[in-house]
Structures are given as C-alpha cells and as structure tokens.
C-alpha cells in the first residue's frame, strides 16, 4: 500500500482566528483536504479530514493509486481524556477499524509505542514496540525500535535538540551484542511555528510515525539531509506559499537522490479549507 499521507501530512495547518476588525467575531477554518501530486508522474494522492464538534481530529483518509491498483485507508484517532492511547485504522480489504497503535504513558509522556500486525500464528497482535527514553530536560532522547518476533535485534535513534527543534538523529543497528552506526538525518527549519502542532492533538503525527522526528519541532521544517558515512544521499527542500488569511495553501517538495543513480522528483500539496 502507498502511504504517502505521513511523509505530506507534516505540513497540515489549522488556520487560527481571523478577526477583520475588535468589534468582528472571530472567523474559525478548517483544513478538510489536501491533495498531493507527483510532478514527474502525475500520481495524485488525496486526504481528507473530519473533526468532532471540538474542533479534533476524529478521521483521515487518503486515497489514491498504487500503480493501475486503487487504494484507500481510514484512521481513527482515540483519546481518553487528554491523551491520545491508539489509532484505529480501516481500508478498502478490512472495513471494520481494527487497531493499528497503541500508547503507553507515565505521567504525561509517552514511554511505549506499540504497533500491530499480524504474527506466524496470523494473529493479530504487537508486531514490534518502541520505547522511548528522555534527557533531563524531559525532551526525547533516544528511541528503541524492537520486534517481538527477533528480540536480539534492535534499531536505536539518539536525537539531538538545538533550543526547541530536532537538529539530528543518528541511527544505530543492534544484532546481540554487535551495535554498527547506520544513517545520520539532519534537519534545518524556518522560523515559523510548527503548523503540525495547531491541527493535531497529543502529537498525534508523530505518534502515527515515531521515526519522524521532526514533528516534535518547535518550526517547520525546510531542509533534511540523510548522510551514510557522512556523505549526503539524499535531500528533501520545502517551499510554503500563505494566503491573506495566513492559511497555508500550497507546498512545493524537491526531493534530490545524490548517490546511487542520482534523481531529482518534486510534489505539490494544494489545501482546501472549509468555514466552520
């Protein structure tokens, strides 16, 4: 299945109050679709959202085509209370929603992200777990990537902050008791908010993608490089374009392969938003 929604949905953004003059009330927008195009190949990808009567996000659905094969999956995001404890998640094979991740929390950070799937007996069940660990500035650390069914592998994530952003992470493949150093990604970000962060809640987006650091990040992101023996690989640059009301309307994506049979793809994201 093509998950593209992940890697786009980073750069979502709820739009806050727009007031024309003090005596005006507040006009309230929400973002209801985004819709991704591959430039190269004309593949268009398509999210929608729904919220509950608080403005949260209760449904996302992206649809789209993997090669000549149609697709569409459904996630349902569940809180208890404040906090965000699983993602439920349908497509077109299983319309049922069954659970996709779990959330487990000490006082109010996440310390275990469970993923399902299903194992040799085709039961469906815990595929693999993270934990996650912080410093003593109560910010994420290091992530530990585990599986169920190969308990002496691991991969091992440490994450270096600058002020409020992810500036690196750096990947470490454990087998036993040999540990080798596997990617480093680095990241560079404008100054403006993180426009994540006003439309999902309890992070949501990373907790649906917990290698995708980023999102935990004060700003949005502009530039990420992934360096292997501390060669570039690859290169991903952001554009954003506002409208008057400082929604986020579109957003440009160049992807460059630097190594390996080098290439260069780009993508546009356009936003729909609707009047609440």
């Known amino acids: ?53 608080s403005s949260v996000l209760s449904e996302l659905t ?14 349902y995001p569940v809180f208890e209370g404040s906090k965000l404890t ?40 815990i595929e693999e777990y993270y934990e996650v660990l912080y410093n003593a500035q109560n910010k994420i650390s290091e992530l530990r990537r585990k599986s169920i069914a190969a308990p002496d592998y691991a991969a091992i994530y440490k994450v270096t902050w600058e002020n409020e952003n992810v500036k690196s992470v750096t990947t470490f493949n454990v087998a036993g008791t040999d540990t080798s150093q596997g990617s480093t990604n680095n990241f560079t970000y404008d100054d403006q908010p993180n426009i994540v962060k006003a439309l999902f809640k309890d992070n949501y987006m990373w ?11 004060a700003n949005n992101l502009a530039k990420h490089e992934t360096l292997y023996s501390g060669e570039v690989y690859t290169r991903d640059t952001f554009e954003f374009k506002f409208n008057e009301k400082n929604q986020l309307t579109e957003q440009k994506v160049r992807s460059e392969q ?4 080098p290439s260069v793809s780009n993508s546009i994201v356009t936003f729909t938003y609707t009047k609440k």
Do not use: H
């Open 86 to 125: 699983k993602i439920m998640e349908s497509d077109l094979e299983v319309t049922t929603p069954t659970i996709r991740n779990s959330f487990e929390y000490t006082g109010n950070n996440v310390t275990r992200i469970n993923t399902y799937g299903f194992d040799q007996a085709q039961e469906w069940t």
């Open 258 to 261: 630097l190594m390996d049979q």
């Open 207 to 217: 907790l649906s993608s917990p290698t995708s650091f980023e999102y935990l990040s």
């Open 1 to 53: 299945m093509k998950r593209t929604l992940l890697s786009i949905a980073a750069f979502v953004l709820l739009l806050s109050a727009c007031k024309k003059d003090d005596a005006a009330p507040a006009e309230e927008w929400i973002l209801t679709k985004f819709t991704n195009i591959d430039v190269e190949r004309q593949d268009t990808v398509t999210t929608s959202l729904k919220y509950n009567t």
């Open 62 to 75: 992206e649809s789209g085509a993997d090669g000549d094969q149609p697709y569409s999956f459904t996630s």
